[in-house]
């Protein structure tokens, strides 16, 4: 797959490579809870770069898209639990150090080995017109069963996390029998229910 | 013809200096309407320049112990972002730079302008701006959905995502007239995006200007110039994916184009300015239980058009 690109785009990719990574260790040096948000954000927008240098637009368009939109998801999550919701006071991002170098390298080890020894299927010599629409039938077709599982994992995920996080359910908001004409709110929502 | 990039048009350089120009002069343009309907024409053309060079010749004022680094990133960020938008909205017909995904590109620059706003916001390490940053996110999680499901219509629709043949789906009809919803939601959301008219919010008069409280000098500058550039591409992106873009009768095309984006502007200005401003608390309900079902129902009406083959 090298072999097709021409020199520049190499030296781009692997300067954003660099730069991932080095924005990737960055997140664990700084001593902002901001300032390793974004350096995660950074990071994941030089991996966005690499897939358009790879003309991979949808890819690289919908990792810049939806990364952007985590660590600002993450920002709000970031004042609703964290004592300091702020976050100016310094503080350390690391915790449990030796467990996660132990995480992190056994998963380093992993991926190294599994990246090598994987005998990768080759490519069809020419390239797709739209790779854009290459990848929606593989999402629609054949690869549909594997992303419609990842879809309701993902979905199980998010209402495993709002559960986690609300302190109110609905029987707070409804009364024990569910009975309330409207739901006791401590802020109101936009809808006069 | 369409399928050429102005880039190959015209050379990278000259369509990236083309872009910027019709950014800045978009930014101008919106700048200028929202003055005429607020405080009538005199002086109107004027006043946008020169605020803007005051803005540029005044003294930085600082904070205690800002983030510096993050703030000047999110202050240029801001501008930035809005220029890039532009990369998408097709200009004389042509788009700076094609892909198979321009309608992903136009929300990725949406969506990366809430980590520059936030990060305007947080930047001065001030208690104003820091909440007008949140109220920014807090806005955003409720348009953003409905937002997507408004450009995936348009898309849908024109069986592509890239915005020329978006333009070209629409010789016959302009989308507008099947997919109202998603119009409307979309030049709401750009409204929302630039936080101006009703959801100005994050920089409301309450919280002493939120995310622009403590902006001053150049700074102030390129967050103002990257609200209205952005406002100006999105009436200029909502003329090509709903009204038609160059379509028209007797005028050339990207006469048209200028028109409908002028209209679109005068019309968000009028409507966006005689309206008050949404409380953010309010906005969530409203839109996952109102809006996200209509942009569905909108999708789906639009589907079942597709393969009736209407578009066709």
């Given amino acids: 797959m090298l072999s097709d690109l021409s020199g520049w785009a190499i030296a781009v990719v692997a300067v954003l490579g ?52 985590e660590m600002a998801i993450m920002a709000v999550f970031m004042i609703m639990f964290m004592m300091n919701p702020a976050g100016l006071m310094p503080m350390t991002m690391v915790h449990n150090a030796k467990g996660s170098a132990v995480v992190g390298a056994g998963a380093f080890v992993v991926l190294t080995v599994g990246i090598w020894t994987i005998d990768w299927p080759t490519r069809n010599p020419e390239r797709p017109a739209d790779s854009t629409r290459q990848l929606g039938e593989a999402i629609m077709g054949s690869h549909m069963l594997v992303m419609l599982v990842i879809g309701i994992a993902l979905f199980a995920t998010i209402l495993a996390g709002t559960v986690l996080a609300t302190a109110r359910g609905r029987y707070d908001r409804f009364g024990a029998g569910l009975t309330a004409k409207r739901p006791d709110d401590p802020v109101p929502g936009g809808l006069r229910r | 013809m369409p399928e050429q990039t102005l880039a190959e048009a015209w050379g990278l350089v000259p369509a990236v200096l083309g872009i910027v120009a019709v950014g800045l002069v978009l930014g101008v343009v919106v700048a200028v309407v929202d003055r005429i309907v607020v405080f009538g024409a005199s002086g109107a053309a004027v006043e946008p320049i020169r605020s803007s060079a005051r803005l540029l010749v005044e003294q930085r004022r600082t904070t205690l112990a800002p983030d510096r680094l ?74 953003e959905l409905p937002l997507m499901f408004a450009l995936i219509t348009a898309g849908l629709a024109a069986g592509s995502l890239r915005t020329t043949d978006v333009l070209a789906a629409q010789e016959r009809l302009w989308f507008v007239v099947t997919m109202p919803v998603a119009f409307v939601v979309f030049v709401a959301s750009a409204a929302a995006f630039a936080f101006w008219g009703p959801f100005a919010a994050p920089a409301a008069a309450d919280i002493a200007g939120g995310v622009t409280s403590e902006l001053s000098g150049v700074d102030r500058l390129l967050v103002e110039a990257g609200r209205t550039v952005f406002l100006g591409a999105s009436a200029a992106m909502a003329a090509a994916l709903f009204l038609g873009g160059e379509s028209g009768p007797w005028l050339p095309g990207p006469l048209w184009h200028l028109l409908k984006t002028l209209a679109v502007v005068a019309a968000l200005v009028w409507v966006g300015r005689r309206m008050p401003v949404l409380r953010p608390d309010r906005t969530v309900e409203v839109g996952w239980m109102v809006l996200v079902p209509l942009t569905l129902l909108q999708a789906l009406v639009v589907a079942v058009l597709v393969l009736n083959g209407f578009y066709a």
């Fill in chain 2, 70 to 143: 993050l703030w000047r990133t999110g202050c240029v960020a801001v501008p930035t972002l809005a220029l890039l938008s532009l990369a998408v909205v097709p200009v004389a017909g042509r788009t700076l730079w094609s892909t198979g995904a321009d309608l992903v590109w136009f929300n990725a620059m949406e969506a990366l302008l809430w980590a520059a706003v936030w990060l305007v916001g947080w930047g001065p390490n001030a208690v104003h701006a820091l909440t007008g940053g949140y109220r920014f996110l807090g806005q955003g999680l409720a348009y």
């Fill in chain 1, 18 to 69: 660099a730069l991932s990574v080095a924005a990737g260790v960055a997140v664990f040096v700084v001593d902002s809870m901001a300032r390793a948000t974004f350096a995660l954000l950074a990071s994941f927008l030089a991996v966005a770069g690499v897939l358009l240098v790879l003309d991979l637009v949808y890819l690289a368009v919908v990792t810049a898209l939806m990364m952007t939109m």
